[in-house]
C-alpha cells in the first residue's frame, strides 16, 4: 500500500517569515501533485511533478521532487496571510492515474 | 464556464440509511472520481467513472456504489450507513486521464 506523510501537520507562523513543507513515501511516485484547499472548498491543484529533481516555482512557492521520486518539498518565501490553508500533497503511480494517494494534510496558519 | 458541481452540499443522515451523492462535472470533462475526506486527513480514492463503467476501485466495502450516466455526471450511493462515513464526500473530474477538477463536495454526517 502506497502511502504519504506530510509534515509537519500543523504550522503557524509570522507574516514574512519562510517555510518548507515536507511530502515523504517508501513508495516511487510516476508524478507528485500538490493541492491547497480552503474551509467549504475542494482541492485546487497547485503544481505537479514529474521527473525526479525537478523543481518548480510559482511566484512564491518552490515546489521540489525527490531524486528517487518517493518524497517532495513545498517552500514558501515570506509567507502572507493569504496563504492560509491546507496543503495537500498527492501522489500517482503511473502517468495520468485518477487514483491519487493523498498525504493527510499540512494546516497552515500565517498571522499577519 | 461552470466548474464541477455536487449536491446537496450538506446531508444529515442516521444510522443505516442510504445515501445517493450527485455531481455534475466541468464542461468537456468525460470521467469521474470520487474521494472521500474524514475530517483532518486527506481525501481518499474510491473509485472513478468512465464511459458509464466503474474503472478502478479504492479500498472501500462494497456498501459504496455508483453510477455514471450518459452525459458524463456521476451519482455515489453508500448503504447501511455507518457513523465512520461521516465525511466530505469530492468528485473530481477529467477529460480522460488529464488533470482533476474537485467540486466543492458534500458534507455527509451521519447520527
Known amino acids: 500500500t502506497q502511502l504519504l506523510e506530510q509534515s509537519p501537520q500543523f504550522l503557524s507562523i509570522q507574516e514574512g517569515e519562510n517555510l518548507t513543507v515536507y511530502c515523504n513515501s517508501s513508495s516511487v511516485f510516476s508524478s507528485l501533485q500538490w493541492y491547497r484547499q480552503e474551509p467549504g472548498e475542494g482541492p485546487v491543484l497547485l503544481v505537479t511533478v514529474v521527473t525526479g529533481g525537478e523543481v518548480k516555482k510559482l511566484k512564491r512557492l518552490t515546489f521540489q521532487f525527490g531524486d528517487a521520486r518517493k518524497d517532495s518539498s513545498l517552500h514558501i518565501t515570506a509567507a502572507q496571510p493569504g496563504d492560509t490553508g491546507l496543503y495537500l500533497c498527492?501522489?500517482?503511480?503511473?502517468?495520468?492515474?485518477?487514483?491519487?494517494?493523498f498525504g493527510q494534510g499540512t494546516r497552515l496558519t500565517i498571522n499577519p | 464556464d461552470a466548474g464541477v458541481t455536487q449536491s446537496p452540499t450538506h446531508l444529515i443522515k442516521t444510522r443505516g440509511q442510504q445515501v445517493t451523492l450527485r455531481c455534475s462535472p466541468k464542461?468537456?470533462?468525460?470521467?469521474v472520481s470520487w474521494y472521500q475526506q474524514a475530517l483532518g486527513q486527506g481525501p481518499q480514492f474510491i473509485f472513478q467513472y468512465y464511459e458509464e463503467e466503474e474503472r478502478q476501485r479504492g479500498n472501500f466495502p462494497d456498501r459504496f456504489s455508483g453510477h455514471q450516466f450518459p452525459n458524463y455526471s456521476s451519482e455515489l450511493n453508500v448503504n447501511a450507513l455507518l457513523l465512520g462515513d461521516s465525511a466530505l464526500y469530492l468528485c473530481?473530474?477529467?477529460?480522460?486521464?488529464?488533470?482533476?477538477?474537485f467540486g466543492n463536495g458534500t458534507r455527509l454526517t451521519v447520527t
Open positions: 498527492a501522489g500517482a503511480s503511473f502517468q495520468g492515474a485518477q487514483k491519487l494517494v
Open positions: 464542461s468537456g470533462h468525460d470521467t
Open positions: 473530481a473530474s477529467s477529460l480522460r486521464r488529464g488533470t482533476l477538477h
